[in-house]
Structure formats: C-alpha cells, structure tokens
C-alpha cells in the first residue's frame, strides 16, 4: 500500500525501557508444580550480567521476543501494564505504564509504581500463551502463563508489588501457583485467551479448545482449574485423527503438526450480554468460527472474507500459525458487535462484519488502526470507516502516523569550530532517551573486537561508558607531523571524524533491532494508541498544526497552503547551506539571543547579516526558488501571514486557564520529555529558518517601496521570532543536559520511590527539564480530550513562547546549586533576566566554582535591590535560602552584606570576609536617630557585634593583624568577647611570628591585658627552646614598654627553666668559647635589663622559690644558719651596713663621703622595701614563697656560673660529705 497519497496526522515517539536505577528491576522465580512451588526476590546487582560481548547475547538479554501493553477494567491505579518476553523466553518484564495519576487526592494514587517485576520461569514460556485478568473483588493483576512443560502458572500481583520492593523481598508465596493441565497431556496448546479472572479458554492444535473454570476453593487434588474440552468435530472424528494414514492435512509450526482447524487468532466479547460469553477464532484454514464458552458450541463457521473457496486449493489459501492479529472486536450497543478480520494473504484484505445478538442496531462508524509490518520497519495508519458516506464508506478515510526513522548525524568539524569534534559525537551520541547504556556497552565491545583490541579487563574497568568510548577511539588516532614539519592537525581531525562515523554506524545498526514492531494496542479509556517493540513502547499522538503542516508540506490542506509556502521557502532556502555556514549563523544567533543591545530593529538585522555572511552561498538558483514560492518581490509575505505562523507555534488559550492537573507519573514525565525533545528540534528548525529568510527578504529588494519594511513591520517580527528562539534554545539547553541525583527517599512507608538502598546512595540520570519543572507537567484534571491530544496540547503548551510553564532561571539556578552541580548552573547564566535576584543567584554560583571575585562583583551590584524592604517577597529557592537567610533579605544593607559575609565566610574566603564585613560595618549608624526603636537599635547591634566577630576572624586567618587590632579596640560594648579575642590574636601573632607588628601594636587600653596573656603562657611553656619563644616575646614587650623590671623577671624565668633542663651543663658542646651557653647568654641579657632601671633602689626583682630550693633553706635552717637568702637576716645585713657605712663617713674623705651617703640612701630604700615585703609575707604565708634578687646578687651568681664552667673545663668537682657542714666540702682535681 502506497503512503504518498495519505495525510500524515498522527506522530510517534519512542520511549526507551531502559530502567532508571538497577534496584528497580525485582527478580522473581517462578518455581514448577513438579517441585515445590517457590518464590524468591533478589536484587538486580545479585544477579548482575556483564557487558555483552558479542550481538547475540545482546539480543537475548534485551530484544524482546513478544510484547504488549494491558489495561485493568475494574481498577485504576496502576491501570496500565506493559509486559515483553526476554533472554529465550524464560523471563516475564513487567512494569506499570500509566501516563497519568488517575486522581491524586484519593489513597495511593498519587503514588508512583517505578519498579520492573522480573518473573523467571525454569522452562521457556509459549508466547502466544500469554494472559492477564483483573479481578474486580481485589485490587490485584493477574498474570497467566503456560511454559513449553505445559505447566499453568497464575501469579496474582498487587499494586505494592510495584510500588515498595519490601513488598517482594519475601517472595510471593501463595500469590504464584503452578498446575499441570490433564489436558494438555496428549493436546498441544496454542493460544491462551482470558475470559475473565474465573475463566480461561487455551485453544489446541487440533483446533478444539480446552476452558479452565476456577474453582472455589482447591479439591481434594489441590487443582484450582476445572477442565473441559470442546472439539470442533466431535469425539468419533477426534479418534480417528489419532490414526495416521486417516489424519488431515496438517501445517508444521515448531515442534508441532497443526491442524488446519486450529485457531492462529482469537478476539471475545459478550456482545452487550451480561453472562455472555463469545469467542472469534481465526483458524488455519482460512476460516472463522464463533464458539459459545457457556456450552461450547460452534455457533458459527465460514471463510473470513465471506468467499468461497475451492476445497481443493485450500493450500493457497493457508493462514501461517504466527499470525495472532488477525481479528478485532468492537461492541456496538447491546446485543451487536462490529467484527473487523484481516486477510494476511496476497496483498491483504479487510473484511467488516455486523454482529447482532438481537434487537436490530446501527453502526456509528468506527476508526481502525493498523500496524503493517515488514520485517523490522512498520507503518502505522488509521482508518475512519463512514458508513453514511455516498462515495464509499472508506474513500479518502486513511490516516498515516509519521514515523521517523531518520538517523541525526553530527556535523562536519571544521578547523574554526568552537567546539571540538569529540565533544559534538559525545553530544549526539549520549543525547537523552536516544540509545540505552547496554546497547552502547555492546556497541562498543564489538568496535574493539573488530580493531583486534579487545580485553575482558576493558569491560571491568572503572571508567564509565563516555570515557570508555573516547579511550577507544582516541587510540585509533595519533597526531602526525604534516609534509611542513609542524603537527597535522588536519589529518587528526579526519581521522577521529572516520573512526566516530564508524562506530556511530554500528550504533545506528544494533539500534535498528530495538525498533521491530510486536503489537499495536488501543487504551479502550484514554485513547491512547501504543506499539510494543522489541526493546521500545512508541506513543502515537496527535500532530500539532505546525507538524501537520511540516510533514505534509508536498499536499497541504487549502487553509494551511499559504503558511505552508512560507514554511517551504524558509527551509529550502536553508537548505542548501554548508555545516560551516550553518555554524556562522547560529554564532550570530547567539548574540542575538544573549547579549542586550542598543541597536534599533533594523540595525540589528543588517548586524546579524553581516555577521552570518550567508549570502556568500547563496546563489541566483536559491533566489529564484524562493521568489517562486512567495511571488514577486516576496508579495506573499503579509504580516497576517507571519500572525498565522506564529499562532501555531502558541498554545491553545483555554489551557492556561486550567489551574488542576493529573500529574504525569515517572513514565508520563519521561513520554512528555521525549516528546518536548522532538518538538523542540522542529520549531528550532523552522523558526531559524524563518529568521533567515526574513533577513533576507528584507535585504534582497533594493525598492523602498516594494521592500518589507514598507508594507509591516519586520523589526517586530524579527523580534517575535528571536524571543521564540531564545526560549527554545532555553528548553533545548534544559531537555539535553542530564544530570545524577540521588533516589528520593520515602518519607513514608507507602511512599512510590521507597527503593531500597544497600551501600552507598544511588543515584540516577535525570534531564534538566523533568528536574526542573517535572512537578508542574500534568493534565486537567477534566480535560474530556483523548490522552493522544493532551499530551500534544502539554508539549505545545511547554514550547510556546507565551506558555503557562514559565522558566525561571533563578529557580533552576537555585535547583542545580542544591543538587550540587553549579557548573550546569553557569550554563545557564546566559539565559538569566536582569533583576537583582538573578543577579544573586549568579554569585551564589560563581561562589560555589570558587571564583570568588565574580562573585563579590555579583553580590555588589545586586546590593540595592536586595537590600530595598518590600512587604511581599515570593521566596522561591529550591531550598538554596533558609527562613534566616530570606530574612537578611530586603531588610537594609547591613543585613544583606551580613548575609554575603556568611556565605563567603562557608567558604572560607576570609579576605572576602573581611571585605564585606566592613561594607556591613559602614551601614550601621552608631548613632540611632530619634524615630529609630530601641528594637531596632538592638538590631543594629546585635549586627555590628557579628560582623565584628567575622571580621575579626577572618583578618586574624589571613594575617592582617591590623585589621584585627582595630577591629578589636572597637569592641567597646562586649568586654568579655574583646578579652577572648584579644588572647586569640595574641596567639595567633606569636604563632605567626608577627613579634616585632606584635609589640609595635598600641593596644590602647589593653595593654596589661596583654602583658597578663603573654605572662599566663610563658607559665605553660616547660621547654623554652622549641616552641612558641613566649619568654623572649613577652621580654620585648616590656622593653618596649620600658618596664625593665619585668623584663628582667621574665629572663630570670627563662634562666631558670633553661637550668632545669640541663643547658648549663652543656660547656664547649658547640667547640665554640666555653664561656658562651645558653645560661651565660641570659645572665647578660637579665644584668643589662636591670642595669637600665633608672630609679634609685628600683634594681631588683623577685622570684618564686621553688620546691627544691625551698627543701634546702628549711635544711639551713635547721642547721642555726640564715644565709644570704632569709629576708630577715638580708635585711639584718643591709641595717648592719648602714651602721658601719655611717660610722666610717666620720673618718672619711669628703670624696669617699659623698659616694658613701649616695650608697646608703640606696640601702636605705631598699631596707625599707624589704621591711614591707616581710610584713606582707607574713600576711600572706600561706602563698608561694619568693626571693629577692637585686642587681648585685645577679651579678654575683653569673661570677659564680662563669666559676662553675671554669672548674669544670679544669676537671674540678665538688663533693659533698653528707654532713652538711661548710668544711664538708671537698674539692678535688
């Protein structure tokens, strides 16, 4: 049958079944009634099969061998299935297909149904015996199957079993059973039919049939099927076929001789009477007969054409036993029926039927779909019969659906492309919904086989497919120098271009195997029309206006031949441009579409012609062509015309105004995606064509008066037709882009997406669109269209440029960020409006890349308008801004700047930090004025405290003490948190090293706070040779500070670790002077500290006692002795040498009493000081004791250290007697 004289009026698009996680696939086995009948649920990673290695055993696991899609009567949710026979016919697929959630407000409708039910028999199955019931007292789908053992199994699955995987991990149980048939012991069955979910009808070879009527409850043999048997002759006749050289002719069909009176096809029906049973069969011979299931006579037999036939040239007329769609059903009222038979021999032929069963009826002309296959390529039509029609009730009454087996093919690299050739295979090859992961695996393994490089260690490699296949081909080609010496880019790029053409040639042929047609079904509610192929479910749906016209361009209707013509000239005229022009032009698209001008409408239409330069390859042929289409000076061209184009290209008004929808489910979502993808590619292809002829018909007439712009205006189209594009090219960017998520989790048991996880989280792919605006897709919930012409009216509606479904690039944005992929959100940065928020979002995502400066540049221009209070804010984020950050939000500058510095402050971009936190600090009056609350004014506070603190932090982390001195002097109003942060930027600094910016840094105010700090840590330190030199610190500060004193307290501190720790044992270590150690070194710096006392009697400091010396004054003590170190007898000593000083003075020189008075008023001082010192121990006896130390005393000790060394380099020791006394010490050498 010839498709050129028929209008196309209906489209496909092809669903791909791959599923989209792996634990959504439950294996189920189906256990035998010969042994104990079992049920087992495992997960698809326990019964993991490795990449196909070669094209048969990737036809096993995915090209089905039968296929079809169900629909329950009695329930609704899921309602449709989808079921396919795979790996020899020892696994039943099924899944639920519903478009739509029937009604989301009742139980358990609004819950998805994601999981695919595995059933895995132990013997193959027969195909054709195959059925599904729905039991109207349980919410259940029942499946019936009869295996090449000629066993019976019935599984019963219930709504869960599809929904929760919970719900098969303990196996079915009960709910699979398997029975043996008696009667199937010496008859073959051929095709099973359900009757209802009591009754089943298996016809057999012989042409008889065997019904199934199920028991109440199970007899005493445990059968739960009553058998009877009906044979078409009766039992006498039956006999005598069993003797071979009285048998009739018999047509040979696998293992099995078939009778001729067996029935290949089969359709039943009540014919509108309840209780009524009638089964259609088409049998071998070429003839149908009616059966009576009730009592299972042949109420009617004769040829299916209604023609007689030569009984001797039966041969020629044989029906093939494959043939299974022979006959179809359609109940017209009660008591009728219209019975439509096909004849599959010859060219084939149809013949209608009227049915009646009693009171006469009419016929209201019903539709015929018809799937005609030819190996694996089909063709789908409809025909309208018109009983009432006075030319012939199927005249001009035949429909085609566009069916598109054209390949997409990448364009031709060039060396001034921008994008690299590999990047634009990858494109097309991974482009979503196009091939599925294991066709591209095999693909792959039978490219390496055929260059000799293959190994099964490449197939369990960690790199995933993309990088698999660019690692594969990328080895094929090696860049060579050229004839000149430099490197031959040119013959590189050949070579890749041949080696990806090849292996997306293998592709397009191991793809081509998915596509052979199984099944055509009808959905009796909905409307909707599906072909089952071998590894795809194919969709017909209505064409939209604009695709009626594209596909019937060569025979448009009277209506659409003036739109038509324009359509024609534009792609015609666009056709004939190279890849590499065709580039240029989408280069000046782009700018059209992206980048803000100032330019009028007319300038910018001779820059995008300047820029394109298409009219290099135009030529006077292609003129002319167009001329020819639109007439003379393009007369055609009205602005009514470019009206009418882009009407339909607009969504239907009535769409907009419905506000309840039937969500789409997973499937649903993923038929509207797929469709939205081809829409997508169409309109771009005639709009951009469009918007190249425009331009040049615009260019081309060099008459003002004849030009366009002098008959409507072309900017305004120009303009419509550049918004139409950039929103495509939005849609286009969102339906290619995918992206991993992880598997939503259930918020309660009963929740659809309740997949469990084992391991790590699992993911899967999703595109950009069904993420973004997935959860707005849906239907009226009262639409009263068929599903085939909604579902184009939601894809119309998508692509509109005035469509309901607004894009919100903040949102997206907002969306991406949180499924942390900020690098697809950048993409979409063009795409963005210029309100303040999109500005926002824009550094949100340039902060999450890390590029900070971008991002402080976004933050500040958006500053005004995010900052401005408003009453209304609409806060959509995708969950990217918190309740606490919304509220920093259009609350002042001091909020919004607060909020910038935390987000920085998340990355730790500390000089950003600190940036902002002064921005913030600049807004904030100190000073409130008088209409100002005290609320506010806490406000602000609380404000400049925070930003305090950040800022304090982050110059403290990137070492800008001086940012931090100064924003710690402004923390007047917190004295705790000032003293806490003065001790940390102490810290930091000595860890820092910064000592010398340390002590030059005024403090003003803290300066004793900071002494205290250095004090508490020098205490801490034990070993004072590593380590922070808290001691040597603290000393400069002191000096700095001209306490001397102090300084020399701290050196004496670290004299005296440095002891405890052995350094002034360690003379001559360095063969340096032995003189010159650690301790001397420190004896010098503590005399000179205290030598810079300037006041009189001021040249002494004290120390603490410790524990070991204080041992030994108590054993001086005990002894009768003072010493040198008792307070009391120090300052008996002193008030002794007062006396004798004064009693010389009288015999002294005037020279020598001049120094003498000047000496003891010193002494006197310094008596004085002691007296209160004693009394204040008294006081407080209970604190650790301390010593006085003056200037002589250090001296003297440092003479005793320098002795010490001296003796020991002399080999002088001392020794002790043990008796205590002064002459217990013993010198020797």
Partial sequence: ??????????????????????????????????????????????????????????RTRNIATASSVYYRKHHVSPRAFHWRVLENDTVLSIRAADVCKPNPHQQHNDIDAPLVLNLRFSSPIRTSCIGFSDPEAHDALCVHVVDQSNQLHTITLRPDHFRKRPATDGGLGELCKSYSPPGFGFKQPHRLVVVNHEQLIVTMHDGGILRFDRHSRANANGAQWKETIYNVAGWGQSLQKLVPFKRDPTVRYGNTNMELTAATSTAITNAGIDGAAFL??????????????????????????????????????????????????????????????????????????????????????????????????????????????????????????????????????????????TEKWLDLVFFPGRFTKSTLETALVMYEKGLGTYQESNSKSNKNIAESICSVLGATTTLDRSSVGGPDYEQFRGTSETQWTRFWRLLLELDKQRGEALSLVLDPVDGMIWVACADLLSAIRYCSDLDRIYHNIEAPSQKDQDVAALVSAGLNFVDVFSDSMLELSRAALRAELFEESSLSDAERMQQFYDKAGFWRQVTEEDVAQAVETLGQNFQMVTPRLYEDLFELITAAGDRNSQEVRAPFTGFGRKLVIRTVQETIELHWKILFSQLILLVHMEDEIEDEKSALHARFDVGLVYRKLVDALKRLEHLRWMVKTELTIPVPKADHSSSATSVATRGKEETYAITALEGLIGHLLGLPESHGKPLLSSITDVVLDICAPTSSTELDNGVMQCWLLKQGRPDLAKELNPFAQQDPFSTYIHGRVFLALNEHSTAAQCFKKASVGLSTERTTVQRHSAGVLDDTEWKLLYSGLPNYYAHVVNLFERQRAYSYVVEFSKLALQFIQDNQDDENSSSQRTKHNDVKTEMLSRLFTASTAISQFDVAHSTLLAMVDDEVLQKSYLRKLVEKMCEAGQNTELVNLPFSGLQTTVDEILVEKCRQVRDVLNGVPYHQILYAWRISHNDYRGAASILLDRLQKLRQIGEGDKVGVSGEDALDTQVTRQYLLLINALSCVQAKGEAYIFTEILSDEDDEDQDVKLNGKGGVDNLEDHLDDLLERLDTTAGRTTRASAAAASSSEAQQEEDRVLAEKLRQFSTASELFSDEPRRRLLTLADIRKQYQQELDRIVAIQNNQFGFSDGFGGDDGDILMS
């Avoid at 439950?26 to 495992?42: D, M, Y």
């Fill in 280 to 421: 259609f069969t088409i049998c071998l011979d070429h003839r149908m007969r009616v059966w009576d299931v009730r009592t299972g006579q042949i109420m009617y037999t004769g040829d299916i054409l209604n023609a007689k036939r030569d009984p001797q040239d039966i041969a020629r007329w044989t029906i093939d036993p494959s043939q299974t769609n022979l006959i179809r059903i359609v109940d017209n009222g009660p008591g009728q029926c219209l019975v439509v038979t096909y004849s599959p021999i010859g060219s084939g032929e149809f013949k209608f039927w009227k049915v009646k069963a009693n009171a006469q009826g009419s016929i209201h002309g019903p539709e015929l779909w018809t799937l005609w296959k030819n190996n694996i390529t089909y063709r789908v039509q409809k025909l309208q019969v018109r009983p009432g029609s006075a030319s012939g009730p199927f005249d001009d009454s035949w429909k085609m659906v566009n069916v598109d087996s054209s390949a997409a093919s990448a364009q031709t690299s060039g060396p001034c492309d921008s994008v690299d050739s």
């Fill in 1 to 58: 049958m010839s498709a050129r004289d028929f209008e196309i009026l209906y489209k496909e698009t092809r669903l791909n079944l791959e599923p989209s996680t792996s634990s959504s696939i439950v294996q189920i086995r189906v256990g035998s009634h010969n042994h104990s009948s079992f049920s087992r649920s495992t997960t698809a990673s326990a019964r993991a099969i490795n990449a196909a290695d070669d094209e048969k055993a990737y």
